[in-house]
Nanobody, 119 residues
Framework: QVQLVESGGGLGQPGGSLRLACVAS????????MGWYRQAPGKQRELVAD???????NYADNVKGRFTISRDDAENTVYLQMNSLKPEDTGVYYC?????????????WGQGTQVTVSS
């Protein structure tokens, strides 16, 4: 089973940038589609962006044009570059690894990293 460790969260300014990283270990990284999800206080966890094994990406409408997901298969790492941050981007961001296409109901999760956007 793959293990995931996120990093890069913290306090960001409105209009600023943060970059999250998720390092995978314990399995063959290239076999997994990778995603970033977030959970705001009092809300359900939602998909932010994902990247397929072939590099195809998908974004939630509310982050399109601001966030970029990428993967480095040589480093077993997936990144989320977050630009033009808004207070509503605040939440715990989770990395997800999906080998069989079952989505967030299966696969592996990281422990989460807190992102707070505030002036």
């Amino acid at each position: 089973q793959v293990q995931l460790v996120e990093s890069g969260g913290g306090l960001g300014q409105p209009g600023g940038s943060l970059r999250l990283a998720c390092v995978a270990s314990g399995s063959i990284f290239v076999m997994y589609s990778m995603g970033w999800y977030r959970q705001a206080p009092g809300k359900q966890r939602e998909l932010v962006a994902d990247v397929m094994r072939d590099g195809v990406t998908n974004y939630a409408d509310n982050v399109k044009g601001r966030f970029t997901i990428s993967r480095d298969d040589a480093e077993n790492t997936v990144y989320l570059q977050m630009n033009s941050l808004k207070p509503e981007d605040t939440g715990v961001y989770y990395c997800h690894a999906d080998r069989y296409g079952f989505g967030p109901s299966a696969g592996a999760w990281g422990q989460g990293t807190q992102v707070t956007v505030s002036s």
